[in-house]
């Protein structure tokens, strides 16, 4: 493939991302799963007849899983796998989900979109809480992942409304950064340094430099966890600059 193709690709991904997240609802129906409602801490790749598929709905249709209607199903495959999510929602009645398409295959995406994060939103009566939160940040300029709504059916039982949110993964680090999407993504747990709050850390000496939401370098659960360049010993080094 040559540099143009790619660049063609990526923007196309880039559009069909954009469409994606502009549909106020969709439905997601997964069926023969035969897991039910078992909790999947590690994935699940989908065997047998198991099939995932995804269509428009309209918001004002009161059926909890109303059919494709005129634009039809707009995705649908049987090699996917699944996972519970969350933190507080993990054991939860109503639980978070990550669907992956395709695993390993780059080609087989959802309009641009190797994964689904469906939001169980189990801890929020107003189903809008993170829906508001990325559209306002959004809006200001502050780099946020997209939002909608998708109601889930699964093997054929309504499951209830999700809130969908964008991955972020290189895709999301090359349409908010520069550097073609080489930078450091970190993510926040109750770790070695106890429980991410965000706060701005430096020593006493006053260095910032990023070392400081590192606790010990060997353990296995540091609270910000890095999600890319893991291999390179030029990036991981939890500083705000390469060496």
Same mark, same amino acid.
């Given at each position: 493939?040559?540099?143009?193709?790619?660049?063609?690709?990526?923007?196309?991904?880039?559009?069909?991302?954009?469409?994606?997240?502009?549909?106020?609802?969709?439905?997601?129906?997964?069926?023969?799963?035969?897991?039910?409602?078992?909790?999947?801490?590690?994935?699940?790749?989908?065997?047998?007849?198991?099939?995932?598929?995804?269509?428009?709905?309209?918001?004002?249709?009161?059926?909890?899983?109303?059919?494709?209607?005129?634009?039809?199903?707009?995705?649908?495959?049987?090699?996917?796998?699944?996972?519970?999510?969350? %933190?507080?929602?993990?054991?939860?009645?109503?639980?978070?989900?990550?669907?992956?398409?395709?695993?390993?295959?780059?080609?087989?995406?959802?309009?641009?979109?190797?994964?689904?994060?469906?939001?169980?939103?189990? %801890?929020?009566?107003?189903?809008?809480?993170?829906?508001?939160?990325?559209?306002?940040?959004?809006?200001?300029?502050?780099?946020?992942?997209?939002?909608?709504?998708?109601?889930?059916?699964?093997?054929?039982?309504?499951?209830?409304?999700?809130?969908?949110?964008?991955?972020?993964?290189?895709?999301?680090?090359?349409?908010?950064?520069?550097?073609?999407?080489?930078?450091?993504?970190?993510?926040?747990?109750?770790?070695?340094?106890?429980?991410?709050?965000?706060?701005?850390?430096?020593?006493?000496?006053?260095?910032?430099?990023?070392?400081?939401?590192?606790? %010990?370098?060997?353990?296995?659960?540091?609270?910000?966890?890095?999600?890319?360049?893991?291999?390179?010993?030029?990036?991981?080094?939890?500083?705000?600059?390469?060496?």
């Amino acid at each position: 493939m040559s540099v143009a193709e790619f660049l063609e690709q990526l923007q196309q991904a880039t559009i069909d991302a954009a469409a994606f997240f502009d549909e106020p609802l969709y439905v997601v129906s997964i069926t023969d799963w035969p897991s039910g409602e078992a909790l999947l801490k590690e994935p699940v790749t989908a065997s047998g007849s198991a099939r995932i598929s995804l269509w428009p709905a309209d918001p004002a249709d009161q059926r909890h899983i109303p059919s494709p209607g005129t634009k039809g199903v707009l995705f649908t495959t049987s090699t996917f796998s699944l996972k519970s999510s969350g %933190n507080m929602t993990l054991y939860a009645p109503k639980r978070s989900w990550k669907v992956d398409v395709k695993p390993g295959d780059d080609d087989d995406q959802i309009l641009g979109l190797k994964r689904l994060n469906l939001k169980s939103m189990y %801890n929020d009566p107003s189903q809008m809480r993170e829906a508001l939160a990325w559209h306002l940040f959004g809006h200001i300029g502050i780099p946020a992942a997209r939002h909608t709504y998708a109601r889930v059916a699964l093997n054929g039982a309504y499951r209830g409304l999700y809130s969908v949110i964008e991955q972020i993964d290189r895709r999301f680090l090359r349409r908010w950064f520069s550097k073609g999407g080489r930078g450091n993504v970190y993510k926040a747990y109750c770790g070695d340094i106890g429980c991410a709050t965000l706060e701005y850390r430096q020593d006493a000496g006053g260095d910032d430099s990023g070392r400081q939401y590192l606790g %010990n370098p060997a353990s296995k659960h540091p609270t910000y966890r890095l999600k890319t360049n893991k291999d390179d010993p030029d990036a991981n080094t939890y500083t705000t600059s390469r060496r």
